[in-house]
Each structure stands twice: as structure tokens, then as C-alpha cells.
């Protein structure tokens, strides 16, 4: 098991290894999933400011990182399309993922 600290470090060498910005003040959020079984540590870089945002999630037990920015910023854009006076729509969402499992959401209007 990791700790606060290590988890930083970890983030703050994969940021430095890719070329990312790793700015202060951050937001490290340790996270128990149901019944126990998952343990993470959720980073933020550059909280309460605009741009230079980093995101990290990183495995508490085994210290690897699960999510990146590059990844949090390919899926965590949502557009929807919908036509006017076509009822009912169906727009289809994919959510942001953590490691390999996926959630969507169907919205009807």
C-alpha cells in the first residue's frame, strides 16, 4: 500500500516523463471502492484555477496509474446531437472509464 505522498510522486514523474505541467495547489482525494476491493488515489493539479489541470488516478496497493490526462481528456467530452421536433430522441453517452469497465447512458426526450 502507497501512500499520499508516493501516489504524488508517482503523478508527478509521469507528468515530468510526458512533458505535462505538474502545477500547485493540488487536490488528492483517497477513494475505497464498494465492499473494499478497490483502493485509489484521485489527483488534481492546479485546483480552482483555469488550465493546466492534470488528473491522476493511481492503484493505492500497487502504485499504477490507472488514469492520465491524456486519457481523461479523450473521454471526457460528451457531445450530443439531437434534431428539433423529432420525438422521441435518443442520445447515447459514453462516460468517463476508469481501467476496463465502461458505462453509458441512454437520455430520451
Not at 9 to 31: D, H, M, Q, S, T
Request: glycine content about 8%; aromatic content about 8%; charged content about 25%.
Amino acid at each position: 500500500m502507497i501512500n499520499r505522498e508516493t501516489a504524488i510522486e508517482i503523478a508527478r514523474k509521469r507528468a515530468e516523463e510526458n512533458g505535462w505541467r505538474f502545477v500547485e495547489p493540488l487536490e488528492v482525494v483517497y477513494r475505497v471502492g464498494w465492499f473494499g476491493d478497490s483502493k485509489r488515489f484521485e489527483i488534481r493539479t492546479n485546483i480552482g484555477k483555469r488550465g493546466g489541470n492534470a488528473y491522476f488516478v493511481i492503484d493505492a496497493v500497487t502504485g499504477e496509474i490507472l488514469l492520465n490526462p491524456v486519457q481523461a481528456k479523450a473521454t471526457s467530452r460528451i457531445n450530443i446531437t439531437m434534431k428539433p421536433r423529432m420525438a422521441p430522441s435518443v442520445a447515447t453517452l459514453v462516460l468517463p472509464r476508469c481501467r476496463d469497465s465502461g458505462i453509458t447512458a441512454a437520455i430520451t426526450t
